[in-house]
């Protein structure tokens, strides 16, 4: 059992620092949505915030990956998932660029695309899980995926890691 906790610890440690070299050596551009009319410490804050929910989102899917059949951490992704009133939902997708494009442009684009597809595919889950934690599994997913927007974007030389968002 300690072992286990460790080995959480331990990637949740190396996931947060491979976050903090991306983000603190420049290595990654980042996009954020802003509407009209928003102050430098409103975006600043959002941004953060953003950031953080985006972490924290992607961790917990990658445990949901790792471990697929531990309800626990769906429904903790469930709740990390909606917003404190319950109007909208959050998901994250990655998309890694195919060495296929000729041009780098290309393969950025398609990356893009691959991670808000994945992203609307965690969406199409949490849709699911919100109702009833065990079904469907991980991996036996049918039905329409949302219609959602992109909030937040990193994008690096090897992904693209997208935080979306939709209504319920």
Not at 53 to 67: P, S
Not at 110 to 138: K, M
Not at 144 to 164: E, G, H, M, R, W
Request: hydrophobic share 40%; charged share 20%.
């Amino acid at each position: 059992m300690t072992n286990r906790v460790s080995q959480r610890r331990s990637k949740f440690i190396v996931f947060a620092l491979c976050a903090g070299l991306i983000f603190g050596c420049g290595l990654a551009q980042t996009v954020q949505a802003r509407g009209p009319g928003t102050d430098g410490q409103t975006a600043a804050r959002d941004t953060l915030k953003q950031m953080a929910l985006l972490q924290q989102l992607q961790w917990l899917q990658q445990e949901i990956i790792n471990r697929p059949d531990q309800p626990l951490l769906r429904q903790r992704w469930a709740a990390a998932a909606v917003d404190s009133g319950g109007q909208k939902l959050y998901a994250v997708g990655v998309g890694k660029p195919s060495p296929s494009f000729q041009s780098p442009l290309a393969a950025q684009q398609a990356a893009e695309r691959a991670a808000f597809l994945d992203a609307c595919r965690w969406l199409t889950y949490l849709q699911a899980w919100r109702h009833d934690d065990r079904r469907p599994s991980f991996g036996n997913l049918s039905g329409q995926a949302p219609a959602a927007q992109v909030i937040y974007k990193i994008v690096t030389l090897d992904q693209t890691i997208v935080l979306v968002e939709t209504k319920p």
